[in-house]
């Protein structure tokens, strides 16, 4: 909602005080279809060159997220910790029993409860290769942090591709306007004996490419890259929580003061408050024990 709000403002407010200002659309109108297929279309051109088919998908995909926010909401991480509390409650007490939960996370009881965490493939392996790990005595906090952060940096910097493929079209876009502009002074030159007046509007025409590339630039294309980048970056906090809660298990702190480290490094706005954490926590082991 706020997208969209933001881009009713740019298209009323340049818009408007254009109109307000006494300028005149028609000529913008006019000469509109022809720019912008000229500078759309150089654009588009090059962002295919420069990308693969599966960056090419991602990035569509990803603006959408422009719109939708981020994937993952507070009540997401307050599940996430839950269903931490109960892999490391199992790890620690029946680890032989870990095994099918990890190793077949599509038919766990306890994955089956967590439906959207479960849905991300990226998550559900990152849990269950550093459980399986830890399985396996490959248990030196130090050394599981320092390949956590590895996999998650590898992985942030393909998240971040659609960002970086949408931010050099954005940087493009104004020389592609000039170019869409000298085709139009090339354009008027050839009628330099016709009467002001239609000189007039052929010139006007040929500035209309500057200004659609600047205005496609800054006021568009470049804030779509801004907001997938910030979108990308909240949604790394969900996997940052995973390893905090695993490395602070593999210091074999006690399984609340690891769902406190997890809680306590997951930014405010979407933090869980600790009676509401304690609440699901206490569902949880009250089931535990029937």
Same mark, same amino acid.
């Given at each position: ?5 933001? $881009? ?28 912008? /297929?000229? $500078?759309? *279309?150089?654009? $588009?051109? &090059?962002?295919?060159?420069? %990308? !693969? ?15 939708? *926010?981020? @994937?993952? @909401?507070? !009540? ?12 490391? @409650?199992?790890?620690?007490? %029946? ?24 849905? !991300?493939?990226? &998550? ?5 290769? /550093? ?5 396996? %005595?490959?248990? !030196? ?6 390949? =956590? ?5 590898? %992985? ?9 493929? #949408? ?32 000189? *007039?509007? #052929? ?6 490419? /500057?200004?659609?590339?600047?205005? =496609? ?31 602070? +298990? ?5 399984? +609340?003061?690891?769902?406190?480290? *997890?809680?306590?490094? /997951? ?13 699901? #926590?206490?569902?949880?082991?009250? @089931?535990?024990? &029937?």
């Amino acid at each position: 909602m706020i997208g969209l709000l933001g $881009i009713a403002a740019t298209f009323l407010l340049v818009f408007g005080g254009y109109l307000a200002a006494g300028g005149k659309m028609a000529i913008i109108l006019k000469s509109l279809p022809y720019e912008f /297929t000229m $500078i759309g *279309g150089a654009a $588009i051109g &090059a962002f295919l060159v420069s %990308n !693969d088919l599966p960056s090419i998908k991602r990035t569509l995909r990803d603006t959408g997220r422009v719109f939708s *926010g981020p @994937k993952w @909401k507070p !009540d997401d991480y307050r599940e996430l910790l839950c269903l931490l509390f109960e892999l490391i @409650k199992m790890a620690r007490q %029946n680890p032989v029993a870990l095994e099918e939960h990890i190793e077949a996370p599509g038919s766990s009881s306890i994955f089956s409860q967590y439906p959207r965490i479960l849905a !991300d493939q990226e &998550a559900i392996e990152l849990m269950c290769d /550093t459980l399986r790990s830890a399985s396996m %005595n490959y248990d !030196d906090p130090h050394q599981v942090e320092d390949v =956590l952060e590895k996999r998650m940096e590898a %992985n942030y910097r393909h998240a971040i591709h659609s960002s970086h493929a #949408l931010q050099t079209m954005a940087d493009g876009l104004p020389a592609l306007g000039i170019v869409a502009a000298v085709l139009g002074v090339i354009k008027t030159m050839g009628s330099i004996d016709q009467p002001p007046e239609i000189l *007039g509007k #052929l010139i006007g025409g040929a500035l209309v490419g /500057t200004f659609l590339g600047v205005f =496609l630039a800054y006021g568009l294309v470049g804030p779509f890259a801004s907001k997938v980048r910030s979108v990308t970056e909240e949604d790394g906090h969900f996997y940052q929580l995973i390893r905090e809660v695993l490395v602070a +298990n593999l210091h074999s702190h006690s399984m +609340n003061i690891c769902i406190e480290v *997890g809680r306590q490094n /997951t930014p405010s706005h979407i933090r869980p408050t600790f009676s509401e954490l304690e609440q699901s #926590l206490s569902t949880i082991k009250q @089931k535990t024990v &029937a």
